[in-house]
């Protein structure tokens, strides 16, 4: 993975040699954390008309700030080593690279650029300006990394940032927010810029949300919190589920597709909603690159009863994922179904035919199921089908030009990557920025600061035309 510099090896490594007791801090007051979501709005709001004052120079130092308390090599390592620890989900190893991508390359204050036109008439700019206060809903799944990416954004709009993140990630996030806030008052922002209370819950954020001081809501998460933001009558960035189908045909190289494929799949163990959900292989295709996908790490189910079990392990009736299962390892689902692995056993992969739960639910585990088409056309069709309309991320492996645009047109996703794996889609050896707010529901797509900004005209009249 390109985002892995020498620095990002060496604190992977430190990350893996660690061990000893968890180090999860209590959370408590002070530093931008507030006993209530009231007290934590009305500080931002503060704080928020005294940034309007600042230049822009010191708005790119702010964000500065905010990018070294993430590389800082200590945090770094804890920050990740918390996250695992507090939610029980993903590995550190690849914490450690989402945190430190977010913090590289999220935009900053350089995403405003401002628009001009000039005539007999005068002068004209549209530029971006703050929303005001941003009440920002952060996932289980990505809780530092979506903290960092949104307070980057946020701030280098000129807006303050309420957070109000997963209760089940709520110590690794006040800690983060912590940091955050001592940093930017070493940098003389003003306080409470970003802010969060001590015990974050679902009527929390529905206090946040009914503010009439928060201008505008960000949810990054699951169906029923865009859902909720979108039906608020407030101004809502909604960035919710994918399920992303890659589909595989018969033009591609199919051991590099393979690679890629499981390399995608098991990234924190499948936890970003980028990642690789289910594979539709043409039929003259599927059982070379089954074959090569267990030379990278597959383990493959074919007894149906054993598939049936794992099934029944890993899903509630209702064939939503048990959260006890989310963001585990292949090597951790295969021991609690009775099967002795080897440990580098990255991805649990069996044939499944195109409605099977486990193609058509979000599991967000290393579980791939892989299902066969006739052809191209019909493999794309599925894929579609499976998407499920989400519009969220597509990934395809083949060399025929036609047949990929053909499925980027169809599809409508806001990330189709091809020939590569599905994070390349968020900057990690693709080219471009990264966002861990990917917002397909209304259509900001990757965001950035200027997706937190409010487009507005300034007219000079009848001057400062000088051609
Ligand atoms: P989640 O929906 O359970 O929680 C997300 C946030 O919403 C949390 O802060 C949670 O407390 C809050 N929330 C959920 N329901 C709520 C309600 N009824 N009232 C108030 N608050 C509520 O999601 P999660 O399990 O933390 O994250 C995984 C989901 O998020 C997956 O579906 C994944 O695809 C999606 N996700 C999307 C993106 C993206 O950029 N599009 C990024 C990360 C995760």
Do not use: W
């Not at 931008?32 to 704080?47: P, R, T, Y």
């Not at 608020?232 to 393979?258: L, T």
């Amino acid at each position: 993975m390109t985002v892995q510099s020498d620095v990002v090896e060496r604190i992977v490594r430190r990350v893996l040699e660690m061990s000893g007791p968890p180090v999860i801090a209590a959370p408590a007051e002070g530093d931008g954390i507030f006993k209530s979501m009231d007290a934590a709005v009305e500080a931002a709001d503060i704080a928020q008309r005294a940034y309007l004052g600042r230049s822009m120079q010191e708005r790119a130092n702010y964000v500065a700030a905010i990018r070294s308390v993430m590389l800082d090599e200590e945090n770094l390592t804890s920050l990740s080593r918390m996250t695992v620890e507090e939610t029980g989900m993903g590995n550190c190893e690849h914490k450690v690279i989402k945190n430190t991508l977010a913090a590289t390359k999220t935009p900053g204050v350089e995403d405003l650029t401002t628009e001009a036109m000039s005539g007999d008439n005068g002068l004209t700019l549209v530029e971006y300006s703050p929303f005001g206060v941003i009440g920002a809903i952060t996932p289980t799944t990505n809780p530092t990394e979506t903290i960092i990416c949104n307070s980057i954004g946020m701030l280098a709009a000129g807006n303050a940032v309420v957070f109000s993140p997963h209760p089940r990630a709520k110590n690794v996030s006040i800690q983060l927010i912590r940091l955050i806030n001592r940093a930017l008052a070493k940098e003389g922002a003003p306080a409470n810029l970003v802010v969060t209370i001590e015990s974050p819950s679902l009527e929390s954020t529905q206090a946040m949300m009914n503010h009439p001081k928060v201008r505008m809501l960000v949810a990054t998460g699951g169906p029923a919190i865009v859902k909720t933001v979108l039906s608020s009558g407030k101004k809502a960035i909604g960035a919710g589920a994918g399920n992303p189908p890659v589909v595989v045909d018969e033009s591609a190289d199919i051991e590099k597709a393979a690679k890629d494929i499981v390399d995608g799949c098991s990234f924190d163990n499948n936890l970003p909603c980028i990642a690789e959900k289910e594979v539709i292989a043409v039929d003259s295709a599927a059982d070379y690159l089954i074959f090569n996908m267990k030379k990278h790490g597959a383990f493959e189910l074919t007894d149906a009863e054993t598939i049936e079990r794992l099934k029944e392990l890993v899903l509630n009736p209702n064939n939503s994922p048990k959260t006890e299962f989310v963001g585990k390892s292949a090597a951790y689902i295969l021991d609690r179904l009775g099967i002795h692995a080897p440990k580098d056993v990255r991805v649990i992969i069996m044939e499944a035919a195109k409605g099977h739960p486990f193609v058509m639910e979000e599991l967000m585990m290393p579980i791939l199921p892989i299902v066969r088409a006739s052809d191209v056309d019909a493999a794309i069709q599925i894929a579609i089908e499976v998407e499920k309309g989400n519009r969220h991320t597509a990934i395809m492996h083949s060399r025929n030009v036609d047949k990929l645009t053909k499925m980027g047109k169809l599809i409508q996703t806001t990330i189709f990557v091809k020939n590569g794996p599905s994070y390349a889609g968020i900057a990690v050896g693709g080219e471009g920025y990264t966002t861990f707010t990917i917002a397909g529901p209304t259509g900001e797509g990757l965001t950035s600061a200027k997706s937190f900004a409010r487009r507005r005209k300034c007219v000079l009249v009848g001057a400062m035309d000088i051609r």
